[in-house]
């Protein structure tokens, strides 16, 4: 007997995410829908935790891109579908990178024709790809000239520090700041951990939970505590910082 397909929905407007649903069970009833996400992390959590066949993905969610939680999917050997109320040249991004989509609001035939596709992936099995194609759907819907920070301008007692982007060992969210950590000493800043993922360079910082930013090139090791919680060690850095079960997946080979 062949085991029910599972798949997760990730859309943070509940209205598109029953809808989505109801069209799934209408053009694949054996779908088994495992969970129904608001957010990345919501996402990214509900892929470690089930390991779906397929994840439907809106590319804009709060928490965690899209593209982030694809990563996960990927490495959890799933199948990623993106949904998007991108317009007609920013389709074409997902055109180039070969990682299937659906516009919103989603259409019966349309959902169909991926849903054909998804059923002879699954039969071949195959993910080997999927890897390079979120990272070449995520070049090319980088906005032209899009600028990477270099500098970060954060208060340190009554004074203005300005710390470049290649000192920053970490940034964490607390209440309503973010610590920006450096070998040599630490500053608050108030831009949300969201805004600063869009300038930093993907391949130089990680976001290891839901309010840290980590500096690859400063990552020790990884290691579980007395607790059994994941815990990240930095080079020259005393403070081991948690890292959720979402983002274990960046750290497998370590």
């Given amino acids: 007997m062949t085991t029910a397909p599972t798949a997760i929905i990730a859309e943070d407007e509940a209205p598109l995410r029953r809808a989505l649903r109801a069209l799934l069970a209408e053009a694949w009833p054996e779908l088994r829908v495992v969970a129904e996400c608001e957010d990345g992390i919501a996402a990214m959590e509900a892929i470690a935790a089930h390991r779906p066949d ?3 993905l809106d590319i804009r969610m709060p928490g965690v891109s899209g593209l982030d939680v694809a ?3 990927v490495a959890a050997k799933s199948l990623v579908v993106f949904t998007t109320a991108y317009d007609k040249y920013a389709v074409r991004a997902f055109e180039t990178g070969a990682v299937d989509y659906l516009l919103k609001p989603v259409q019966p035939e349309r959902l169909q024709r991926a849903v054909e596709r998804l059923r002879a992936r699954l039969r ?15 070049a090319a819907l980088r906005p032209a000239g899009a600028r990477l920070i270099r500098w970060i301008s954060a208060a340190v007692g009554d004074s203005v520090r300005m710390i470049g982007i290649e000192d920053v060992l970490f940034f964490q969210a607390q209440d309503k700041y973010v610590r920006v950590v450096t070998a040599d ?23 290891v939970h839901r309010g840290t930013l980590v500096r690859v090139s400063a990552i020790d090791r990884l290691r579980r505590d007395e607790f059994g919680k994941s815990m990240l060690h930095l080079r020259g850095h005393d403070e081991a910082l948690p890292v959720s079960a979402a983002f274990l997946h960046r750290f497998r080979g370590m």
Avoid: H, M, N
């Fill in 54 to 56: 397929l994840c439907f």
């Fill in 71 to 73: 990563r996960a999917a």
């Fill in 124 to 138: 071949d099995a195959s993910t080997d790809d999927d890897a390079a194609r979120v990272d070449t759907l995520e």
């Fill in 185 to 207: 000493g630490e500053a608050i800043i108030r831009t949300p951990i969201k805004e600063l993922l869009a300038g930093l360079d993907p391949d130089a910082f990680w976001q």
